[in-house]
């Protein structure tokens, strides 16, 4: 099991920059693939940037790519979102979640763990 807790939200504003955050504990980070995604009110949880085991593959979603940037740091156990040239649809609570199942999909239900997640708000 792996516990995951999300930091770094906040209000920005349109064009700004983010990062989030997400600290694991528990067992092995490594053993893990990790994602973001967000859930925006009234609208399906969706997948945002997911990174592999080791760190060395990366995959946005098509809305993201471009201004966003999954990494992670194993001997930290954290993994990071940073989000560049927000716009005021990227409002949303993102998740971070992580996953033993292989190969990774954006499938949110294939996802193991998650976070409590984190608002990021864009407000001008």
């Known amino acids: 099991q792996v516990q995951l807790v999300e930091s770094g939200g906040g209000l920005v504003q349109p064009g700004g920059s983010l990062r989030l955050s997400c600290v694991a504990s528990?067992?092995?980070?490594?053993?893990?693939?990790m994602a973001w995604f967000r859930q925006a009110p009234g609208k399906e949880r969706e997948f945002v940037a997911a990174?592999?085991?080791?760190?060395?593959?990366?995959y946005y979603a098509t809305s993201v790519k471009g201004r966003f940037t999954i990494s992670r740091d194993n001997a930290e156990k954290t993994v990071y979102l940073q989000m560049n040239s927000l716009k005021p649809e990227d409002t949303a609570v993102y998740y971070c979640?992580?996953?033993?199942?292989?190969?990774?999909?954006?499938?949110?239900?294939?996802?193991?763990?998650w976070g409590q997640g984190t608002q990021v708000t864009l407000s001008s």
């Open positions: 990174i592999t085991r080791s760190g060395d593959i990366t």
């Open positions: 979640a992580g996953s033993t199942r292989s190969p990774i999909e954006s499938n949110s239900r294939s996802w193991n763990y």
């Open positions: 528990g067992r092995t980070f490594s053993n893990y693939a």
